[in-house]
Every structure is written in structure tokens, then in C-alpha cells.
């Protein structure tokens, strides 16, 4: 008897032992792997902020040397003051507690966040940030050489203040506490082909328009004329450092540690390849020689064309969509300039290859096509537009008129540099490109 009692006892503590074993081992999983989406989160956070450096050197390579410390500056900016604007006001306008699937209602300073952690609260701020910077930024090339320091960082306030975080609330407001009126229609947009690239084009256009071309850029009968940059290894330098971004850009949109990240990493790498391709092969067709320009151009045609649907195309897909978008960064960048000076050419690669970009995703979406998807995606092109373009218009006409946007003549000859920043990037040479006087060495 006393025998079959241990015995009993011994089966009931292996049985609670193993019961207890097991719950502790869920427990540690779960908190591993809550543990790595933060980690995930924060480290492809800091891979997007890097960007800031990828276009800080694009941006400047593309531009003459006697501008280069101005656009430093327009992209310091655009992640400092950016980010504090997106703090204050952004985040919540974007995803707070939603009124009516169009704004956010609380979250300012990162109050009042609902049920969210805490610590959560701060990585996702961190993560959207930085995406906030990016579509500030993409302003800054297109109005490069010729508007003033001031002007440019009130706009960019605005725009990582409200423009952004605005349109940003309708498509990803469910991402935290709010809830959107085109992300509940089905829109599929995973990191930003619009959100964040068309926003940050249609904002460059409008400024573009209101600010006006560089005094070199046209003829007399209106053709256009090429201004070089001053660097092109330093553009391909910045193009290189935003290929490298854009995998926390993409893959860092699932905000966790998972297995989902590996197919998201390579349709990005191979879409940015096959749209650098085919800018190569149509420029050497067109022109009997392949154009370095338009194929640095290609590859960040081919990244933007895949942030929408990196998680729904199938690697096939995705080389196709970048490859359209290497197509399309060539045409669109040389009928665009008839009508507007964009240095950097930010308007075809990030407006308009982000709208194709977000109808590939409704195209090609490997769950199957559907009509009524490329309907929704049309649509959220088409809202992205004649949200942001006109509200950017407005906002560049108002601080035009008080302050005066465009640079003096004398003043756009010399460069900003000098001007706004009392500095020059190359104080061992002049700003056209030769040799300063050196005083005498002495023996």
C-alpha cells in the first residue's frame, strides 16, 4: 500500500513538473520573441536613419560644390527639427485614436497611447520617425540650389507635422492605436511606395513649381540644359548607403523578428537591381552610351517601385516591378524636365515610381489578382496626389509670399554656401571649380 501511494505520488509530481516545465519554456519563448521585435525594430530603425547620410550624399553629389554645406544642412534638419515636429504633433496625428478613420486624436509627446507598452510606444515612435525624415528629405533635392535656408526648414516642420502624418493616418493608422478610411478599404501599401515616397514627391513638385527653376537651366526657347553635379562618386556613394537602408526600410515594416523578413530583403535586392538595369540599357540605346546618372537613379527607382509590395510579390514580380521602374525613372525624369527643374530628379523616382510601385502591389499580389484591389490602390494614388500636392502648393505660395522663397541672383551665382551658411564644402578651391590662391609656403 505504501509502495502504490509513492508510486501515485511520484506520477503526479512528474506530471505537474512537466505541466510547469512546459508553461515556463511558452513563457520564455513568448518573451524571446517579443524581446527580438524590439531589437529588430531598433536595429532597422537605425538602418533607415543612415539613409539621412545616403541622401545627404546623393543630393550633394548631384549638386554644384558651392551648395553642398546647404544641403548638409536641409538634411540634418529634416531628421532633427523633423523628428521633433513628428514627436509633438506627427504621431499623434497619425496614430492616435482615430477620428473617423481620418486623424488621430491623442498621442501627442507620446501620451496617451492607449493600451500600448510604453517601451513599444517608444520603438515604434523611433521606427516611424525616421520614415517621417525620409519623405521630408526627398523635398530637399528638388528645390536644391535655389531656396532659402529658412523657408525650406519651416516647410519641412510642416510636413512631418501634418502633410505626412495626415495622409500617413488613412493608410497605416491600425499599424498602432488608430485606424484608417483607405487602410480599411484593403489598401495595400506595406512600407511606403506612396505613403511615404509619393508623399515626399508630390511635396517636391509643388515645390519646385512655386520656387522656380535654377537661372542656368533653360534656354531661351525653353529647352532644358544639364547642370552637372560636382561628384558623382559621392552620389553613388549615397546610393549605395539608401540600398543598404531601405532593407531595414522594407523588411523592418514587419516591426518583428521573423522568418517574413528573408523574402521582403530579397525582393528588395533584386527589384533595385533590375531597375538600374534596364535605366542602363534604355540610356545606352537611346543615346549609344550608358548614362551613370540615370542608372543611380534606376537602382533607387527599383527600391521605391518594391516598398509597397516587397511582402506580397513573389521574387519574379518584384524583378519586374523594379525593372518598369528603372524604365520608368528614365522617361519620366526627361519629361518632367520640360516643365520643372529638379536637380536630383526626386519627382520620377519617388512620385512617380512610387504610384507605379503601389499599383504593382494590387497587380501582382501573389494572393491573386483582382479588379476591385487595383481599384483600391488606384485610388490611394490618386488620394495621395490631390492630398498632398495642393496642401504642399498652398503651404510653399504662403511662405513665398511673406518670406521669399527663391534666393537673389547674385546670391544663387555664388551659392548658398557662402550666403546662408558663411562656409564653403571645398575651402581650398573656389566654387567654379579651381584652384584658389595658396599662400607661399615658407622655407
Known amino acids: 500500500m505504501?509502495?502504490?501511494?509513492?508510486?501515485?505520488?511520484?506520477?503526479?509530481?512528474?506530471?505537474?513538473?512537466?505541466?510547469?516545465?512546459?508553461?515556463?519554456?511558452?513563457?520564455?519563448?513568448?518573451?524571446?520573441?517579443?524581446?527580438?521585435?524590439?531589437?529588430w525594430t531598433i536595429l532597422a530603425a537605425a538602418l533607415v536613419f543612415f539613409m539621412q547620410a545616403g541622401f545627404a550624399l546623393l543630393?550633394?553629389?548631384?549638386?554644384?560644390?558651392?551648395?553642398?554645406v546647404n544641403i548638409i544642412m536641409k538634411n540634418v534638419m529634416d531628421a532633427s527639427a523633423g523628428g521633433l515636429a513628428f514627436f509633438a504633433v506627427g504621431f499623434g496625428l497619425m496614430f492616435g485614436t482615430s477620428w473617423g478613420g481620418i486623424v488621430g486624436t491623442d498621442g501627442f509627446f507620446l501620451t496617451g497611447t492607449g493600451d500600448q507598452p510604453e517601451t513599444w510606444t517608444y520603438a515604434f515612435y523611433f521606427f516611424?520617425?525616421?520614415?517621417?525624415?525620409?519623405?521630408?528629405?526627398?523635398?530637399?533635392?528638388?528645390?536644391?540650389?535655389?531656396?532659402?535656408?529658412?523657408?525650406?526648414?519651416?516647410?519641412?516642420?510642416?510636413?512631418?507635422?501634418?502633410?505626412?502624418?495626415?495622409?500617413?493616418?488613412?493608410?497605416?493608422?491600425?499599424?498602432?492605436?488608430?485606424?484608417?478610411?483607405?487602410e480599411a478599404l484593403g489598401f495595400i501599401d506595406f512600407a511606403g511606395s506612396t505613403v511615404v515616397h509619393s508623399v515626399g514627391g508630390w511635396a517636391a513638385l509643388a515645390g519646385a513649381l512655386v520656387v522656380g527653376p535654377r537661372q542656368e537651366k533653360y534656354a531661351a526657347d525653353g529647352t532644358p540644359r544639364t547642370i552637372p553635379g560636382h561628384s558623382l562618386p559621392l552620389a553613388a556613394l549615397g546610393v549605395f548607403i539608401l540600398w543598404l537602408g531601405w532593407f531595414g526600410f522594407n523588411a523592418g515594416s514587419t516591426t518583428a523578428?521573423?522568418?517574413?523578413?528573408?523574402?521582403?530583403?530579397?525582393n528588395t535586392f533584386v527589384a533595385a537591381g533590375a531597375g538600374a538595369v534596364l535605366a542602363m540599357a534604355v540610356t545606352w540605346i537611346?543615346?549609344?552610351?550608358?548614362?551613370?546618372?540615370?542608372?543611380?537613379?534606376?537602382?533607387?527607382?527599383?527600391?521605391?517601385?518594391?516598398?509597397?509590395?516587397?511582402?506580397?510579390?513573389?521574387?519574379?514580380?518584384?524583378?519586374?516591378?523594379?525593372?518598369?521602374?528603372?524604365?520608368?525613372?528614365?522617361?519620366?525624369?526627361?519629361?518632367l524636365e520640360?516643365?520643372?527643374?529638379?536637380?536630383?530628379?526626386?519627382?520620377?523616382?519617388?512620385?512617380?515610381?512610387?504610384?507605379?510601385?503601389?499599383?504593382?502591389?494590387?497587380?501582382?499580389?501573389?494572393?491573386?489578382?483582382?479588379?476591385?484591389?487595383?481599384?483600391?490602390?488606384?485610388?490611394?494614388?490618386?488620394?495621395?496626389?490631390?492630398?498632398?500636392f495642393p496642401v504642399s502648393y498652398g503651404l510653399f505660395y504662403a511662405l513665398d509670399q511673406a518670406l521669399g522663397l527663391r534666393i537673389e541672383d547674385a546670391t544663387e551665382h555664388k551659392g548658398l554656401d557662402?550666403?546662408?551658411?558663411?562656409?564653403?564644402?571645398?575651402?581650398?578651391?573656389?566654387?567654379?571649380g579651381t584652384a584658389s590662391p595658396q599662400p607661399p609656403v615658407e622655407e
Open 257 to 266: 523578428g521573423s522568418t517574413a523578413i528573408a523574402k521582403i530583403a530579397l
Open 286 to 335: 537611346d543615346g549609344g552610351t550608358p548614362d551613370a546618372t540615370m542608372t543611380l537613379n534606376g537602382v533607387l527607382g527599383g527600391l521605391v517601385g518594391i516598398t509597397a509590395g516587397c511582402a506580397a510579390l513573389t521574387p519574379p514580380f518584384a524583378i519586374l516591378t523594379g525593372a518598369v521602374a528603372g524604365a520608368i525613372v528614365v522617361y519620366a525624369t526627361r519629361g
Open 128 to 182: 516611424q520617425a525616421v520614415f517621417a525624415a525620409t519623405a521630408a528629405t526627398i523635398v530637399s533635392g528638388a528645390v536644391a540650389e535655389r531656396i532659402k535656408f529658412s523657408g525650406y526648414l519651416l516647410f519641412s516642420v510642416a510636413i512631418t507635422a501634418v502633410i505626412y502624418p495626415v495622409f500617413g493616418a488613412w493608410a497605416w493608422g491600425g499599424l498602432f492605436n488608430g485606424s484608417g478610411w483607405l
Open 2 to 39: 505504501r509502495l502504490r501511494t509513492t508510486g501515485y505520488l511520484l506520477l503526479f509530481s512528474l506530471l505537474f513538473s512537466g505541466v510547469w516545465v512546459d508553461g515556463a519554456a511558452a513563457q520564455s519563448a513568448e518573451t524571446t520573441q517579443t524581446n527580438l521585435n524590439y531589437v
Open 418 to 432: 557662402r550666403h546662408e551658411h558663411d562656409v564653403e564644402a571645398y575651402p581650398e578651391f573656389t566654387t567654379n
Open 59 to 68: 543630393e550633394a553629389g548631384f549638386s554644384r560644390a558651392k551648395n553642398a
Open 338 to 388: 520640360r516643365i520643372v527643374d529638379d536637380p536630383v530628379g526626386a519627382i520620377a523616382v519617388h512620385g512617380v515610381c512610387g504610384a507605379w510601385g503601389t499599383l504593382a502591389a494590387g497587380l501582382f499580389d501573389a494572393s491573386g489578382f483582382s479588379l476591385a484591389q487595383v481599384g483600391v490602390q488606384a485610388l490611394g494614388v490618386a488620394v495621395a496626389f490631390l492630398w498632398t
